[in-house]
Structure formats: structure tokens, C-alpha cells
């Protein structure tokens, strides 16, 4: 078995990884820091979130920089604020009897002031966000002419993120003779092609297999009808008393109403989204690692500044859009040789997705019942006779027990133990009593899709590219509108100056009720059932609106478009006229109903920036191209 004194490492760093009180080097850190030190050279390293990646690139640059030089010798680039800090609080751990070092968190959300007169007085190390490290290269608060050693660390995630121009542009202000190690979870072709442009040759060390699950976590998923999504949530919640957990939702806004709802039905939840400042961060971060939050609810990019080791269980309460983000998604649980559990929420939609996941980590999900109402209250009740038998008693009672025997004298041992039980179980049982079952139907019924469903309505509508929508910012524009859940909305189909999308049967009659008379930002709007393949015409359907109607789709209707005020668009007319606004109205027997949407190009999807070029989300059209481009079709 190797040890962290066989590797190589010098006695002041030795000394600091005694006080931290690691013993043995993980297989990352092993197979890493011989040949980093020992070798000047490239190094691509893939391996999962928890497996001890910064020790593995910062050990090895701690011991070959000079901390005598007030001058930038190290780079370490990561995605997040959080993951920022994490990494410059660890490598301070790390070199704390290295005399004179000095490591700086450069990132955003913080007084660049403040961090340019840490940078002046003398950093050998530098970890930074690449946003806040262009901006302060480009104001000259920084010099990184000289640096040896560049970390890109989560670079998949940093290129999801969209930050391969700023990477780009940081890195040519630095030497092209230094070394660059590269660590990710996953291998996609953005990594691999970063790596191809800013390194020679570079050894490769995998632990693990690329893009797999760690074998610590186990992968469960639930199928429900997507209104019982948040029901379910709360139901596998009480069915783990202990649970202290990460809960993933896709969008800022999903994130902060289930986190709302959370709260209000007593569970000590909290949020976590790119709509908090950097205070409301550290504040919850904090109450999470101090287990006063027991469920973190956060988007996809906030999570992955969250280190905490003892996460029993990842819920998924939705699927990223991006199968890959599962990995980093469930790396979150399951650290530091601990288990844990990966559950995904699901509705029959979402089923094809789970097999792709399987194929990507190599591994299967098992799939469970949401718990019945009574499984529940027994598991708490347990739980409590646990809580009980586990107390450590206070003998600062002892001065009260005389009273309290008096108080219960006439009840015998088996009455008092059904009293303070029926406590808790009390609370549970009133409101499980009568539960529904939430398990939706599986086996030969799971629709892998939706699109063939017989009782699917497809409908077109004539909005599209050129009103700065696509699939994903339509989708959620329809159901805030249409009042419906996520996935009641789906096989959205944008094209340049129309769309098609589906729902449910059942739901014909609500869409076309509110399309009618229909205006966004004062541009008529129609819709109509559409005989495309996704879906089937339907009695009763028609058009509605007072838009064009079949006929006019190859022409888009471009000529009434002025009244959209998106921004690069030159909109003008009765449109909102700036930023990314939009207003609608629709006249009903009763009046008009008005209301507005903003960030329509976000759609409040997530907090990460546009990957311009090279991602597999969307990217921005130049201006007046007179073209929508190609876009990837997705529901």
C-alpha cells in the first residue's frame, strides 16, 4: 500500500497532511503526484467528483513553486465561486508550513478592488473563475506571463458552462511553455478538443472508466405522473428519517419553489441558485455543512462548488438536459469511500432517458415504489424508538423526576410508551392515512416518448427561431401560460417562424381556449391541430387566434413581426421594445388578460452562461442572418 511519503512529498507538506489527518492517497492521487513531480509535462486526468482531485494537482504545485518569488507561478481555472473558494481555503490547508505562500480566490460576486490588492501583494497561486480572470487580465490587475503550471479543473463542466472563449483568450496571455494538467469527471469531445489545442502530448490517467458512476453510489428511479412529482419528493424524504441530501432541479425557478414548498411543510430545506448573492451562498452553504439544512435544493452549476462528504442521497426531482451531468450530479453522494443513494423522479416520458443514463455509467437503475402511507409511519416510528434507545440521558432531569412520576403514575409502562410515541406517529398517520398510491403504471404501459400516444394533440403554432425561442425557452413559456406542468408540455419542434409542440388530449380544449384572441406583445397569434406526424388531427380543433392560418407558414408571417422588442432584433411596433421582455394579452368575455416574460432567452433554465461555438446548447444568432439555423430537436 503506498503512502503519501512514498509519492515523493516534502516534509512541510507531509506535516500538513498528518494534521488533516490523511493516511493513505486515493488511486487519483497515486497514480498523479509521482508523475507531476517528477515530470514536466501535460496531463489529461479523468477522474469522478470525490476521489480526491485537488490534493492530486496541488500537492504536486505546492512542492514546485517557489515561495520565496512574489511572482504568479500557478493557475488553477474552475467553474463556480464555490468550487473557487473550496480549492484556494484547501490548497491554503495544504501549503500552511510553507513558509510565505500566498494562494488568492479570484471570482465574481466579490470587490475586484479588494482582490487586485491581494494579487499585488505577491501570489504564487492563483485560483480563479474564468469570468472574473479575463476581466481582471484585461484591466492588467493581473500578470500570468510567467506562470509555470495551469490546473483546469471540472473542465467539462467549464465548457458546458460556456466559458471555452474566456479560457481561449486567459490562456494566451500565459507562457506557451508551461504545464498544463487538465482534470475532469467525463471525457465529452469539448474536452477532448481543448485538450488537442492547448497541449503537447499529454499523458492521460484514468481512474475508473470515462463517464462512469462511482461504485459507491447506487441508482434507483421512481415513476410517477408528473403532478405527483413533488408528492413523491416528500414521500422518499419521510422514508429516510436520516436523509441529508442534494436536490437537483433544471431551472432557477423550479429550484426556488421547491425549496419554497419545502419550507413550508416543515422540512429544514434551503436554495441554492445563481440568483442568490455571493452572502445568501455562503450563509446556506454553511447551514448546509452544519446539517442545520437537511435538503440543499440547487441547480446543476451552484451544486458543484458543494463538498460535503457525508450526502446520504442525490435526489433527481428532474433530469438534466444533458445525460453527462448525471455523473456530476450523483458524484455528490457517495464520497470519500462512503455510500450513498442516486434517486430519480420520473414521468413515463422521462423513461427513455434513464436507459440512456445506463448505457453512459454502466450501471442499472433499480426501479422502486414511491412508499405507501403506513410504510412510512412504521419507518418513522422506528426511527424514533432508534432516536430514543441512541439518547444520551441528561441527568440535569433528575432534579424534575420526582414531579414527573407524580404527573404519571397512573399509566403503565405500556401506556407511557404508546403516549410518547403517539407523539410523532400521530402526525404521520393524520396525514398518510388516506394517501393515493403515486406510483404511476410500468411494464408494457411506460411510453418511451410520448409522440405515438393516441391521446397526444400536436398543434402548430406560428412563433419560432426568429422570435428568439427554441425548444427549451417555448417549452417553458407554453406551460407558464398554459398553467401546466413541465412535462405536460413536450415533442417541441422549433423551426424559424413556427413551431409545433404536443399535450395531452385532455388538455386540447384549455390550449386552444387560451390561444384564442391570443397577442404577444401585440402580434396576433394563432394555433391550430396539426396533422404532422407526433400527433393527430382531432374534431373540434381548427385554428385559433386571429393569425395566418395553414397557407402562410412558408412566408412566417415576418411582416407583423416588428411588434416583438426582443434584444438584437430592431423590433419596433406595439412590442416591448427592449432587453429580452415580452408582454401578452388575451380578450376574454371578462376583460383582458395581460401579463409579461422576461429573460426569454434564459428561460430561467439554468445559471450557466451560453457556450458560444463549441456547445451543444444553444448558441446566439448573429443578428439580421435571415436564416434560423440549424437546431437540434428536442421535447
Known amino acids: 500500500m503506498s503512502t503519501f511519503k512514498s509519492l515523493g512529498l516534502n516534509e512541510n507538506l507531509l506535516k500538513a497532511i498528518t494534521d488533516m489527518g490523511f493516511e493513505t492517497p486515493s488511486e487519483v492521487q497515486a497514480k498523479t503526484i509521482p508523475l507531476l513531480l517528477n515530470e514536466e509535462t501535460d496531463l489529461v486526468s479523468l ?9 492530486a494537482f496541488g500537492f504536486p504545485m505546492l512542492q514546485k513553486i517557489d515561495s520565496e518569488s512574489r511572482t504568479t507561478q500557478g493557475l488553477i481555472l474552475s467553474p463556480t465561486r464555490e468550487l473557487c473558494m473550496q480549492i484556494a481555503n ?21 470587490s ?4 487586485a490588492k491581494q494579487i499585488k501583494k505577491g501570489a504564487q497561486i492563483i485560483v480563479a473563475t474564468p469570468g472574473r480572470m479575463k476581466d481582471m487580465i484585461g484591466r ?62 499529454p499523458v492521460e490517467i484514468t481512474v475508473g ?13 421512481y415513476l410517477v405522473n408528473t403532478r405527483d412529482r413533488y408528492a413523491a419528493l416528500k414521500r422518499l424524504s419521510d422514508a429516510n428519517p436520516d436523509i441529508f441530501s442534494v436536490i437537483f432541479c433544471r431551472t432557477k425557478r423550479d429550484t426556488q419553489k421547491v425549496a419554497e414548498q419545502l419550507i413550508t411543510d416543515g422540512y429544514n430545506a434551503a436554495a441554492l441558485h445563481g440568483d442568490l448573492s455571493q452572502n445568501q451562498r455562503d450563509i446556506v452553504m454553511k447551514s448546509f455543512r452544519s446539517r442545520q439544512i437537511k435538503m440543499l435544493v440547487a441547480t446543476d452549476v451552484a451544486a458543484r462548488g458543494i463538498d460535503v462528504d457525508d450526502v446520504t442521497h442525490v435526489i433527481h426531482y428532474q433530469l438534466p438536459d ?12 457517495g464520497r470519500a469511500g462512503k455510500s450513498g443513494v442516486s434517486m430519480v423522479i420520473v414521468s413515463k416520458s422521462e423513461v427513455r432517458k434513464i436507459h440512456s443514463i445506463e448505457k453512459m455509467i454502466q450501471k442499472k437503475f433499480e426501479q422502486k415504489d414511491i412508499p405507501g402511507g403506513m410504510e412510512i409511519c412504521e419507518v418513522q416510528l422506528f426511527h424514533l424508538a432508534n432516536s430514543i434507545k441512541d439518547t444520551k440521558i441528561n441527568h440535569e432531569i433528575d432534579l424534575y423526576l420526582p414531579n414527573i412520576n407524580e404527573v404519571l403514575a397512573d399509566f403503565s409502562k405500556e401506556e407511557l410508551i404508546k403516549k410518547v410515541f403517539s407523539v410523532e406517529f400521530t402526525r404521520f398517520y393524520n396525514y398518510y392515512k388516506n394517501a393515493k398510491d403515486l406510483n404511476a403504471p410500468s411494464g408494457g404501459n411506460v411510453d418511451y416518448g410520448d409522440s405515438d400516444s393516441k391521446d397526444s394533440v400536436r398543434y402548430f403554432v406560428n412563433i419560432g427561431a426568429k422570435d428568439d425561442f427554441d425548444w427549451m425557452t417555448l417549452k417553458d413559456f407554453l406551460r407558464d401560460l398554459l398553467d401546466l406542468e413541465k412535462d405536460d408540455v413536450y415533442k417541441v419542434d422549433v423551426k424559424d417562424t413556427f413551431s409545433f409542440f404536443n399535450t395531452d388530449e385532455k388538455h386540447q380544449e384549455l390550449v386552444m381556449g387560451v390561444f384564442n384572441d391570443f397577442k404577444l406583445d401585440g ?3 394563432s394555433i391550430e391541430i396539426s396533422k404532422d406526424r407526433g400527433g393527430r388531427s382531432r374534431s373540434g380543433g381548427g385554428r385559433s387566434g386571429g393569425g395566418r392560418g395553414r397557407g402562410d407558414r412558408d412566408r412566417g408571417g415576418r411582416s407583423d413581426r416588428g411588434g ?35 429573460d426569454r432567452k434564459s428561460g430561467s433554465s439554468d445559471d450557466r452562461p451560453k457556450f458560444a461555438g463549441k456547445s451543444r446548447r444553444r448558441t446566439e444568432k448573429p443578428q439580421n442572418t435571415g436564416t434560423g439555423g440549424k437546431r437540434r430537436r428536442k421535447s
Open 112 to 115: 475586484i478592488t479588494d482582490q
Open 322 to 333: 444533458e445525460i453527462e451531468t448525471y455523473t456530476h450530479r450523483s458524484g455528490r453522494t
Open 523 to 525: 402580434r396576433n397569434i
Open 90 to 110: 484547501e490548497m491554503a490547508q495544504y501549503g500552511k508550513y510553507v513558509k510565505g505562500l500566498n494562494v488568492v480566490a479570484i471570482y465574481g460576486g466579490a
Open 564 to 598: 416583438r422588442g426582443f434584444k438584437g432584433k430592431g423590433g419596433s411596433g406595439s412590442g416591448s421594445g427592449s432587453g429580452d421582455k415580452g408582454s401578452y394579452s388575451k380578450r376574454s368575455g371578462s376583460g383582458e388578460r395581460t401579463g409579461s416574460f422576461s
Open 47 to 55: 477522474a469522478q467528483t470525490g476521489t480526491g482531485k485537488t490534493a
Open 209 to 221: 472508466s470515462k463517464n462512469v458512476s462511482t461504485e459507491n453510489v447506487s441508482h434507483e428511479f
Open 140 to 201: 492588467r490587475m493581473i500578470d500570468i506571463s510567467k506562470i509555470e503550471y495551469c490546473v483546469l479543473d471540472e473542465a467539462d463542466e467549464m465548457l458546458n458552462m460556456g466559458f471555452y472563449e474566456d479560457i481561449t483568450e486567459i490562456l494566451s496571455h500565459s507562457p506557451e511553455t508551461k504545464s498544463t494538467w487538465l482534470f475532469s469527471a467525463t471525457m465529452p469531445k469539448e474536452v477532448s478538443s481543448i485538450a488537442k489545442k492547448f497541449m503537447r502530448t
